[in-house]
């Protein structure tokens, strides 16, 4: 089945630590997203790739990293540099003309 | 500034009845409009789009109404069924360059009662 898959589904991490979320697509798509939700606020994009070995920052960058090594995968880095990093995590591909974008089931990391 | 607002963070609606969600832009420079449903512990799933160059949508019991002058866009969910009960995300998509990004809104809990 095509589809986007995030690991881990809940991770735990000490303060300055840093962190590695993994997200995997198998659709082909070539544009990958990782947003950030908070309760109560709406979904807030880090970072997006629109081909391999490319990426853009989004509007909370800050803290974070990725790479795009392959177009099946885009991982994300939360560093120790993040001031609040606990949150739910999502990562998502797009293929439609209106950037309809296809959801992983996201991580939730919580910072010790 | 959020760009993307949904000002009403829950709605209560009967089964059977009409659930009408509203989401509010400033952008004028977003021409799609979509609508995502999301459970808990899930990623959202897409509903329903609209271009800006159309006033209406309709997918089943989903019809998705845009008002450009007055920056305005419902989801409309009729009859509404207990199952419905999730968050809805509003999101508008604009290009920035070559890529195109979807801005979010804050999310509306509808609750649908048996």
């Known amino acids: ?112 | 500034d959020q760009q993307v607002k949904q000002n009403s963070p829950s709605l209560s609606v009967q089964e059977g009845r009409i659930s009408i969600l509203n989401c509010d832009y400033t952008n004028s420079m977003f021409d799609y409009f979509l609508w995502y449903k999301k459970y808990p512990a899930e990623g959202p799933t897409f509903l329903i789009s609209i271009s800006s160059i159309k006033d209406k949508n309709e997918d089943g019991r989903f019809t998705v109404f845009l008002n450009k002058s007055a920056k305005h866009l419902s989801l409309h969910i009729v009859p509404s069924q207990p199952g419905d009960s999730a968050v809805y995300f509003c999101a508008a998509s604009s290009l920035s360059g070559s890529a195109r990004q979807l801005t979010f809104g804050s999310g509306t809990q509808l609750t649908v009662l048996p």
């Open chain 1, 1 to 112: 089945d095509g589809g986007i898959t995030q690991s881990p589904k809940y991770l735990f991490r000490k303060e300055g630590q840093n962190v590695t979320l993994s997200c995997e697509q198998n659709l082909n798509h070539d544009a990958m997203y990782w947003y950030r939700q908070d309760p109560g606020q709406g979904l807030r994009l880090i970072y997006y790739s629109q081909i391999v070995n490319d990426f853009q920052k989004g509007d909370i960058a800050e803290g974070y990293s990725v790479s795009r090594e392959k177009k099946e995968s885009f991982p994300l880095t939360v560093t120790s540099a993040q001031k609040n990093p606990t949150a739910f995590y999502l990562c998502a591909s797009s293929l439609g003309t209106a950037g309809e974008l296809f959801f992983g089931e996201g991580s939730r990391l919580t910072v010790l």
